[in-house]
């Protein structure tokens, strides 16, 4: 459900070279021309206080850039904000963990066997559909507000899409290769190990990526419904306490940081990874 | 030969024996399930609290709507015919914000596409705001909207907008430059560009966009009910479990995940199929 | 990515493409910096810790008791979260100004504590 928005993943196709060397330029972090970015920011930042310059009531209703800064600062000051923002990334990087720690040996397992994918395709299929958010009520009622329910309704909602991506990647591992190995007299364990999956790594990776990007949003989402505390915790009681530049901090903290993981980590990631086991031209 | 292996003859002609044989395996898991479920109530092994009784689950449909007056009242959404007026205030605002949201992003989408250096300045904009997350909008949103349908309403058309805006602006990117030389050297204006090349050209990103963009949108919908809103079905089961009525919290997320089904499969998946997979701009294995 | 030459990178290896190597990788990259920063953060805590315990604080740790009661002064009023970060790890008794008494904290929460940042000072609470 949660498809590539169609980009390209991959490093920029024209390096910058000085004597036949390639150098790291600006470009090259950030994906797109510094200057590009930096103007774009600048634009946002003038309409911004443009638009809260004029409007009534602006710091519930919209607080100026300048009203988030100074909010963020004294946040950082106080120590509030990294806490929240480490109890966050720390539930993640858990959940995410067991999600693909569960989701990966079980797609493989689903790949190998096609009686076994028939059995449990459909019935993975209807829980994909009761998303995480749909079953938090449920696991409210098991287990109360508590830590567990958050990282619960985490590792159910990166479960599938790792899932599915390994099923499938599994699946398209080319006949030769299979049919190659086992003319070579191949255990089905050295089948697995060498030639399913290597060959299922580009679709683990693009699975991966898909998962923690579920995951993220399922941690805001848990965090704001189990009141726990976090960045989604952060923005929902900035939303009751009034404090509007604490709401609109953490959005923009939760934009960036999703951000930086996608481009910095996931992306190469998926990319490094194609290329290094990629067999199929994406 | 008997009638019953007339009978199933028949019945593989018609339905093909692979078919029979998935449909038969995929529904294991889900009698086991209901076996499990059902031996539960019976033995008694987790306390009705945790897992509701299968029957209680069914009738749990009926007590949310014995106050209902008549059929008639259903669909004038009559306040004590609860289960409906969740059911369809869910489903107004699905359609409402699919009704709105849409046209609006593929329109902008295009709009942005087109010109390549306005593009460049959106991307990042589009990127930025994807990464927000609808769920993440809900608090600013109650803070604008206040605590109700508006709120659900402008989460699902937010979610909805960019995901198809961004979708559409890159698929018009990624139209080659020679069809929009070629029209253009025919004498097109820009019209015949917008709907002969990049409209089609873009086609394939922008419907897997609707679907991507839906299920989003449905999950952000339900989310938001939860925290924001005053009705619907997320409200409806995020309410019950704060009461322990565990009956009516299965009920609601088996109506959740159904609609969802059914509007993927009824609904997307054919509109997949009928237009880029039938002009054939993307072709999928089945 | 980073400076490489196009061709060979040993003399015993004679290929045209650039040898990959696992730490040079991007994301390897990324989360080797991660770690560094948070490593950073971690060693700030550890060495700035001692230096927020007075003398006669880290006397009455020496002695190694089981529980010790503490006066917090961070660098500002103590709020609502700064409250309850302190009720995680002992019985809050008062606050004066910008300084909260703590009772019966064990000694490695106090060290624990000690190595906020947002902390400034921790003393041994007056009397026993």
């Known amino acids: ?240 306490a009034d404090l509007t530049a604490q709401v609109i901090l953490g959005m923009i903290m939760i934009g960036v940081t999703w951000i930086v993981l996608d481009h910095y980590l996931l992306r190469p990631f998926e990319a490094d990874t194609i290329e290094r086991w990629g067999l199929i031209q994406r | 030969m008997s009638i019953i292996d007339n009978v199933w003859i028949s019945i593989q002609r018609r339905f093909g024996r692979q078919r029979i044989r998935k449909f038969a395996l995929g529904s294991i898991p889900f009698i086991v399930l209901i076996g499990v479920w059902q031996a539960n109530s019976t033995f008694g092994w987790l306390p009705p609290v945790f897992i509701p009784e299968l029957g209680a689950v069914w009738e749990a449909a009926f007590t949310l709507q014995e106050d209902c007056p008549s059929t008639g009242a259903i669909f004038a959404m009559h306040n004590d015919c609860l289960l409906t007026n969740h059911i369809f205030s869910s489903i107004s605002r699905v359609a409402l914000a699919a009704l709105i949201g849409l046209p609006l992003g593929i329109f902008f989408g295009i709009l942005a596409g087109m010109n390549r250096t306005v593009s460049r300045f959106l991307e990042p904009i589009g990127v930025f705001a994807n990464s927000i997350s609808g769920i993440a909008w809900i608090p600013l949103a109650i803070v604008w909207f206040g605590v109700g349908w508006m709120t659900t309403l402008f989460i699902m058309l937010n979610t909805i907008f960019w995901l198809l805006f961004f979708n559409a602006m890159l698929g018009v990117r990624g ?111 089945e | 990515m980073m400076a490489d ?12 493409f650039r040898i990959r190597r696992w730490y040079r990788r991007r994301d390897v990259l990324f989360i080797i910096i991660v770690t560094a920063i948070v490593a950073v953060y971690y060693a700030y805590g550890y060495a700035t810790g001692p230096g927020r315990i007075t003398a006669d604080l880290h006397a009455a740790l020496d002695a190694d008791p089981k529980r010790v009661n503490i006066v917090i002064t961070p660098k500002f009023a103590p709020e609502q979260f700064h409250m309850a970060v302190f009720q995680e790890y002992g019985a809050m008794r008062g606050t004066e100004g910008m300084a909260a008494t703590l009772y019966r904290v064990k000694p490695a929460d106090v060290r624990r504590l000690s190595r906020r940042y947002w902390i400034e000072k921790i003393d041994l609470a007056p009397g026993k």
């Open chain 2, 175 to 285: 139209v080659s430059k020679v069809y929009e030389q070629s029209v253009l050297t025919m004498g097109g204006n820009r019209w015949h560009l917008i709907f002969q090349v990049y409209l089609p050209g873009a086609m394939p990103s922008i419907i897997a966009g609707i679907r991507m963009s839906m299920g989003f949108g449905w999950r952000a919908l339900i989310a938001a009910e939860m925290i924001g809103g005053t009705s619907g079905l997320g409200f409806m089961i995020f309410t019950s479990a704060q009461d322990f009525k565990i009956e009516e919290v299965f009920l609601g997320v088996i109506l959740i995940s159904l609609i969802w089904i059914a509007t993927d499969r009824y609904l997307l998946a054919p509109l997949e199929k009928w237009t880029i997979h039938r002009w054939g701009m993307v072709w999928k294995p």
């Open chain 3, 5 to 16: 030459a196009a061709p060979v990178t040993s003399p015993d290896i004679n290929t045209t």
């Open chain 1, 1 to 240: 459900m949660g498809g590539r928005e169609g980009e390209r993943a991959g490093p920029e196709p024209n390096m910058r070279t000085r004597d036949g060397r390639k150098v790291l330029t600006a470009r090259d972090l950030l994906g797109v021309p510094v200057i590009n970015l930096v103007l774009v920011i600048v634009c946002l930042i003038a309409v911004w206080s443009v638009i809260s310059a004029t409007i009534e009531n602006p710091d519930r209703y919209l607080p100026s850039p300048l009203a988030v800064a100074i909010s963020s600062i004294d946040m950082i000051e106080k120590g509030v904000l990294p806490s929240y923002f480490g109890d966050t990334l720390i539930r993640l990087v858990i959940g995410s963990i067991i999600g693909l720690a569960v989701g990966i040996p079980f797609g493989l397992l689903l790949g190998i066997n096609r009686t076994v994918s028939d059995i449990f395709y459909p019935i993975m299929n209807f829980f994909q559909s009761v998303s995480g958010i749909a079953i938090f009520p449920i696991i409210v009622i098991w287990w109360g507000n508590s830590d567990q329910t958050v990282l619960a309704v985490i590792v159910y909602t990166s479960f599938f899409p790792i899932a599915f991506s390994v099923l499938s990647g599994v699946r398209e591992v080319p006949m030769q290769y299979l049919n190659a190995v086992r003319t070579m007299g191949a255990s089905r364990y050295r089948i697995i190990r060498d030639v399913l999956i290597p060959g299922a790594l580009p679709h683990i990776a693009t699975g991966a990526r898909l998962s923690i990007g579920f995951a993220w949003r399922a941690v805001i989402a848990g965090e704001m419904l189990a009141g726990r505390e976090g960045l989604g915790w952060m923005i929902f009681t900035g939303q009751d």
